[in-house]
């Protein structure tokens, strides 16, 4: 039996539009409005992707160990239009990240500002729509 080529144009177009409905995901799917955190760390990476941006810092926890968080941010057209510029984040700077927490309990979390410890320059970091409650308070870790 042979399929007509616009009957397997219509199934690969459902197909991958699925998959991209399952790759993005909403922000009180992934993250927790209840639970906001404030991080001080030095910057390891910046991943400026789509849909989101991802920044990575090394935080010293309480006990002494260094772990690296993974902070997602608005997509890079976003952040530029909001005043980020790749020079703003070089490794090893010190920042100050607010934001919420991930439900997975993983060191991942939704930011919603950078603050650059050297300078005090502070970035808005969020996605417009994501739900996320505007400012979060919580102590630095």
């Known amino acids: 039996m042979k399929i007509p080529p616009i009957v397997a144009v219509v199934a690969a177009g459902v197909l991958s539009s699925a998959a991209a409905i399952e790759a993005h995901h909403s922000f009180a799917a992934q993250y927790d409005a209840n639970k906001p955190i404030t991080l001080r760390g030095t910057i390891s990476r910046m991943l400026w992707s789509n849909p989101h941006g991802h920044l990575y810092i090394e935080v010293k926890m309480p006990d002494g160990k260094v ?6 941010t608005a997509a890079p057209a976003g952040l530029y239009r909001r005043g980020w510029r790749r020079e703003d984040l070089p490794i090893g700077a010190e920042v100050v990240v607010r934001g919420y927490l991930a439900r997975d309990g993983t060191a991942t979390a939704n930011a919603t500002t950078v603050t650059l410890v050297a300078t005090g320059k502070e970035l808005f970091a969020g996605s417009a729509g ?3 409650p505007e400012e979060p308070p919580g ?3």
């Open 67 to 72: 772990v690296t968080w993974e902070l997602e």
């Open 130 to 132: 994501t739900g996320a």
């Open 139 to 141: 102590d630095v870790r």
